[in-house]
């Protein structure tokens, strides 16, 4: 199967850190990506992570992967009001060349 | 480099009546794909296709829909007889087959409000 489930919404003080997860479902995805979306515009490509590590870091980003229990977190770290967004992340299905995205999260931070 | 882009950014539409989108995708990105967003859901995945040839095409994809890369590199989406239910963003993708983790990238889409 393709879903992807997201939690809905966070809210974050300014310079803390933000913690948003993901579960997806098939275990056979080679990649699994993090896209951020601001109001009213596309989405950004934020990082991504190959299925046969268990963490990258990326400057404020740390991605996290669990392939057992099929969970993909990302943390943000020194939460700043710009990283108020909705965060998607999402997988290619083994066998498909396209991206299966979760309802996102959306992240709002409080100055 | 200019990203992917999409134009209109945003059209009003009176029900019944056809629009077209364009997408021009990063220049030597050969697979260009289309999604559709509704409010408060993840894009959904459309069509996509490989240079010029359309490989895959959701169910989504009605009859009323058709999408073209002629000549495998800008892109169009067209919609016939538009229904209100088609109120939606229109999220052009774009990769390079041969790149490491296969990244896809974005335009910023364009808005359908049919009215």
């Known amino acids: 199967g393709e879903d992807v489930e997201q939690s809905l919404f966070l809210s974050v003080r300014e310079g803390d850190s933000s913690v948003i997860n993901c579960t997806y479902t098939?275990?056979?995805?080679?990649?699994l990506y993090w896209y951020k979306q601001e109001p009213g515009a596309g989405l950004q490509l934020l990082t991504y992570i190959f299925s046969n590590m268990d963490m990258k870091q990326d400057q404020r980003l740390t991605v996290l992967l669990n392939k057992k229990d099929k969970h993909l977190s990302l943390r943000i770290a020194d939460t700043q009001t710009g990283d108020s967004a909705i965060y998607f992340c999402a997988e290619i299905p083994y066998g498909n060349n396209r991206l299966a995205f979760g309802k996102g999260n959306q992240v709002v931070v409080i100055p | 480099d200019t990203g992917v882009s999409q134009d209109p950014r945003h059209k009003i539409t009176k029900r019944g009546q056809n629009v077209t989108f364009r997408c021009d995708p990063i220049s030597e990105h050969n697979r260009l794909y289309w999604y559709r967003q509704t409010l408060g859901q993840g894009p959904e995945f459309l069509t996509y296709f490989q240079n010029e040839a359309q490989l895959e095409k959701s169910r989504l994809l009605s009859d009323r829909f058709s999408a073209e890369r002629p000549k495998g590199s800008f892109s169009t989406l067209e919609i016939q007889r538009t229904e209100q239910g088609d109120s939606a963003m229109y999220l052009c993708?774009?990769?390079?087959?041969?790149?490491?983790?296969?990244?896809?990238?974005f335009g910023e889409g364009s808005w359908l409000t049919v009215v």
């Open positions: 098939d275990s056979s995805s080679t990649y």
């Open positions: 993708a774009s990769s390079l087959s041969r790149s490491s983790g296969n990244t896809i990238y």
